[in-house]
């Protein structure tokens, strides 16, 4: 339920009684203001992104009629993360809380609403019971990008057999480089983006595989000077995208209808959509482990590399294109999907369409994937 703040108006109401006598009655009348507490993490990135949807909901829902303001949540992981730390051993596997904190607070009735990026909320068998996703904005540009000090054009474009170091955290970027690169160093480095860019400005790393569209926010908002560095986006036939990367979703208590009606007038049908099937895609796959099977050679617990992309085609009908991807973490196998769907699709639709493409990739991948 949402908090309310209070406003006292004090009306004067005379009236005449019988003999003349004037008798001042004063009223106190409640006026009500429903207050919207949008959490967020306390990175740079995170608040721009709760600052946007705070915004959104101000261009449609008049400061009379809704209050909100933004409380900051610090998860376990944001203590270390302003610092960027490195493991030697590519593919590391460790578990990164980016929205744990905030859906406890959420359970707790600390906050009415949750901004995430949503590729971090975790698959429905592995999220909260009793929330919702229930208002998804505007997708930003989904594709990775190298970042470097020298201008690398592409992952081609990096110095060959000499140590060159890349940094990323990501299983899923590292077995698509090392599909294509296998002689470039992988360096596990992690952090929140401004200490990841500062690792490569102290030369910790070369390069860096990061999501366009944190960097297109950050730099939107003005929050940091990035003029000393340079990027270029990654194709996605080298690169393909995590699932629901660059868009910001909201999450709300499951029986809060009110917070939902509020963020249901800014939410994008769109980038709903695309987030339906892609998070769809990620439900298929998310049990399909090497540890599922026997007599694999690999030391590997956590779920494999997958990406997931939904956009509309550049024609005339704006119809749709899904494409799936399940690697090893090496990179020595990578199996594609590319689905079709016509403009007009539902929620439903995009989530069986997502569906539909892993099923593929599982019966194409088969028992021996990891073996």
């Known amino acids: 339920m949402l908090l309310f703040e209070r406003r006292i108006a004090v009306v004067q109401i005379f009236v005449l009684l019988l003999g003349g006598h004037h008798v001042v009655v004063s009223a106190l009348l409640s006026m009500q203001t429903p207050t919207l507490r949008i959490g967020t993490r306390p990175s740079p990135l995170a608040k721009v992104q709760a600052r ?117 955290s990501s299983v899923r970027r590292q077995a698509q480089i090392l599909s294509l690169r296998d002689d470039l160093e992988l360096v596990n480095l992690r952090g929140n983006v401004e200490a990841r860019l500062n690792a490569l400005r102290d030369g910790k790393v070369d390069a860096l595989i990061l999501a366009s569209a944190g960097l297109n926010r950050l730099i939107h908002a003005n929050v940091h000077d990035f003029n000393d560095l340079k990027w270029h986006n990654i194709p996605s036939e080298e690169m393909l995208s995590g699932a629901c990367q660059g868009i910001i979703g909201i999450a709300t208590r499951a029986s809060d209808t009110t917070t939902s009606d509020w963020l249901s007038e800014i939410n994008d049908a769109d980038a709903s959509i695309t987030a339906a099937a892609e998070r769809s895609f990620l439900d298929v796959l998310d049990s399909f482990r090497p540890s599922t099977y026997s007599n694999t050679d690999m030391e590997w617990t956590g779920r494999p590399p997958l990406a997931a992309l939904m956009a509309k085609n550049r024609n005339e009908d704006n119809s749709w294109t899904f494409q799936g991807m399940l690697a090893r973490p090496d990179g020595s196998k990578v199996l594609r999907s590319i689905m079709n769907a016509p403009t007009c699709i539902s929620i439903n639709e995009g989530r069986e369409l997502g569906e539909a493409c892993a099923k593929h990739l599982l019966e194409n991948a088969g028992p021996e994937f990891y073996k």
């Open 52 to 168: 946007s949807a705070a915004e959104a909901l101000r261009k449609i829902i008049s400061a009379d009629e809704l209050h909100i303001q933004i409380v900051e949540i610090k998860t376990k992981d944001d203590q270390t993360r302003s610092t960027a730390s490195t493991q030697s051993t590519p593919l590391a596997v460790k578990s990164i809380d980016f929205t744990g904190a905030l859906d406890q607070a959420l359970l707790n009735n600390e906050i009415d609403a949750a901004v995430h990026s949503l590729k971090d909320i975790p698959p429905t068998s592995r999220w909260c019971d009793g929330l919702d996703i229930v208002c998804c904005l505007p997708r930003e540009d989904p594709m990775d990008v190298l970042v470097s000090v020298d201008g690398y054009s592409s992952l081609r474009d990096l110095p060959p057999n000499n140590g060159t170091r890349v940094g990323t």
